[in-house]
């Protein structure tokens, strides 16, 4: 299996990852909004997203915290969304990649996703390990 190289394997992650999603019973609530409207307008914010933290490109300008305080305020996180989401992440990965990126991914998700629980969650309720050292924030 190849490593993830290029934009285009990222697409191929993210809409490999999003179809599970959509269909998860954990995550599903929290995608239906985007399920609604589709990827089209998504999915290149979130490859930029990932093609800086990956590939080093610095093409991502955005702001992941508005979008996520507000999708919380809605559902509700728990530590269960978390770690369906990182769980999802890594199995979709390995299902496509093979290499250090590919690892690279699934060590930024798990720290990506701790970061928003010691931000979204109450702080006594996190029982991960601090993020580790260049994980992507908010």
């Known amino acids: 299996m190849p490593d993830i190289a290029t934009r285009a394997d990222l697409e191929l992650l993210l809409r490999h990852f999003y179809g599970r999603a959509f269909a998860d019973p954990v995550l599903e609530p929290v995608f239906e909004t985007l399920m609604v409207i589709g990827l089209d307008d998504h999915l290149p914010v979130m490859c930029d997203f990932w093609e800086t933290i990956l590939l080093r490109t610095g093409v991502y300008r955005g702001s992941v915290g508005a979008v996520h305080r507000a999708l919380h305020g ?8 978390f770690d369906r989401w990182v769980e999802l992440w890594t199995s979709s990965v390995d299902e496509l990649f093979l290499g250090d990126v590919a690892q690279q991914a699934k060590s930024e998700a798990a720290g990506i996703a701790v970061g928003m629980q010691r931000r979204l969650l109450e702080p006594s309720r996190v029982r991960r390990p601090e993020c580790p050292p260049g994980s992507a924030d908010w």
């Open 74 to 81: 809605r559902h509700g996180f728990t530590d269960r969304h």
